[in-house]
């Protein structure tokens, strides 16, 4: 049976459950879990001896009072999923375990700064100083040897990378490839917010995508696949665009995309109000 704990608890339970050989698998969310958080841990399950998952809905990360506000709540049905999938601890902090009154620091991110530039970091300013300081918190609580995050966040996966670098935790970081819905859609916990309608307007996304791939991969520049995407984008009914870009898959940048091809497709964009981020890699 599934134990939802706190800080406190958890460690007891690594003191109790856990020895030199174990290797411990961390699946961080912010719970309204789906599919693609399930095979995060599916993922870790095959690779560590124990799975630690946290729900913890951070709100340092949300720029936008609204997007927390509406951001989906489910503790009961998340445990009883993590339950099936075999889970037994899932740390869910309060938010003074997590930022103490007294402790209002935040992680120095000057080194990798540029990682958490444009795309999500222009739009979302100071998201990525949400996402660090509480990955940071949350690793330093857990301990784990692997970190598991999924690839549609893709630029936080690279920020996160650079962090564990930067502040030497001494772990492996795990890069899941996206799930899907059978349309393409990229599962999220913000899919919950759409209509059955919005979610088929939705899948539009992927295919911009997917159109841009196809065009970079057939030997055009980014510009070109960039703009041909836009355009099935741009046509998409009830599809709002914030950025369709291509970058560099290491340094996020979007004046490096050059050869060999290393890129990433970028998309965020509304439907039906909600804010939707999705990517694909492109290689050579
Ligand atoms: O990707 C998420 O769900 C969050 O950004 C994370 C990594 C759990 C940090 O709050």
Redesign the pocket.
């Given at each position: 049976m599934v134990k939802s704990i706190n800080t406190r608890d958890y460690h007891d339970w690594r003191l109790q459950f856990t020895s030199e050989n174990s290797s411990i698998g961390f699946v961080?969310?912010?719970g309204a879990l789906h599919q693609g958080h399930l095979y995060l841990v599916q993922q870790a399950k095959r690779q560590c001896s124990q799975v630690v998952v946290?729900i913890?809905v951070?709100p340092r990360?949300f720029n936008d009072a609204n997007d927390l506000e509406s951001y989906p709540v489910q503790l009961e049905e998340d445990l009883a999923l993590l339950s099936n999938e075999g889970i037994d601890i899932v740390l869910v902090p309060s938010i003074h375990e997590i930022y103490p009154v007294d402790d209002t620091s935040s992680l120095d991110m000057s080194s990798y700064a540029h990682i958490a530039q444009g795309l999500e970091g222009d739009h979302r300013p100071g998201h990525f100083q949400g996402?660090v300081d509480?990955?940071s918190r949350l690793l330093t609580i857990v301990k784990p040897q692997k970190l598991y995050?999924?690839k549609k966040?893709y630029q936080?996966l690279k920020v996160?990378e650079a962090m564990v670098r930067k502040e030497k935790f001494a772990l492996d970081v795990i890069g899941v490839p996206t799930e899907r819905a059978y349309s393409g859609l990229a599962l999220s916990s913000r899919n919950a917010l759409l209509s059955e309608d919005g979610r088929a307007r939705a899948s539009r996304i992927y295919e911009a995508l997917q159109c841009a791939k196809a065009v970079a991969l057939h030997g055009d520049s980014a510009e070109i696949a960039c703009a041909k995407g836009k355009a099935v984008l741009q046509s998409a009914e009830g599809v709002k665009e914030e950025y369709f870009l291509i970058a560099n898959r290491h340094t996020m940048s979007v004046n490096e995309v050059g050869s060999p091809k290393e890129w990433v497709v970028f998309c965020a964009a509304h439907v039906e109000g909600v804010r939707l981020i999705d990517n694909v890699e492109v290689f050579d």
């Open positions: 961080p969310t912010m946290s913890f951070n990360q996402v509480v990955v995050l999924g966040d936080q996160l």
